[in-house]
């Protein structure tokens, strides 16, 4: 099966999990291979705000997904959070672009300190030995000075720093509107033409 490209899309326990599964429904649409890694927090948080119940087992989960997002076969690959052998893990196989979306504060700090104590923050450490490029999603409010000296350090090595801010000059009118406004910035920011979201001017 031929993919564009592959991403890695890494969902975490911060609210937002709404923004993940639009992504991921995206990236599936534009013939981009997806590795998905959830954290066990993102699972409890995608059932509490989207009703998304996902299998622990990481094939199951894959099999849901490609079933909820109609994908190709092999398009939407799960690893669990231990999978030390998967592709994501090493930089001479781990995709070149990756997203964490949303990205809680714990795994933004574990990323900015290279504590590779789980299978999403061993991927991130790799993009960025790698120089590869990474989006990390932050959805907190208000961020503590921790928090900030955090992002700011990793936007030092090149990492992009993206908090679920939604704009509102699209006039939005549903939740909708303004996850899709999120999702085509990430989209915009990795290089994939999308539509759901117009350029400023082109409204």
Known sequence: MSFNSTVTLAITGASGSAYALRLLQCLVQANYQVYVLISS????????EVNVKLPGNPENAAAELSTMFK?????IKVFGKEQWFSPVASGS???KQMVVCPCSTGTLAAISQGMSDNLIERAADVVIKERGQLILVPRETPFSTIHLANMHSLSQMGVTIM????????QPTCIEDLIDFMVGRILDHLGIEQTI???WGYQ
């Open 197 to 199: 979201m117009s350029k």
């Open 93 to 95: 196989a781990a995709p």
């Open 163 to 170: 908090p679920a801010a939604p704009g509102f000059y699209h």
């Open 41 to 48: 927090a993102a699972r409890v948080v995608l059932d509490t």
């Open 71 to 75: 994908a190709k076969q092999g398009q």
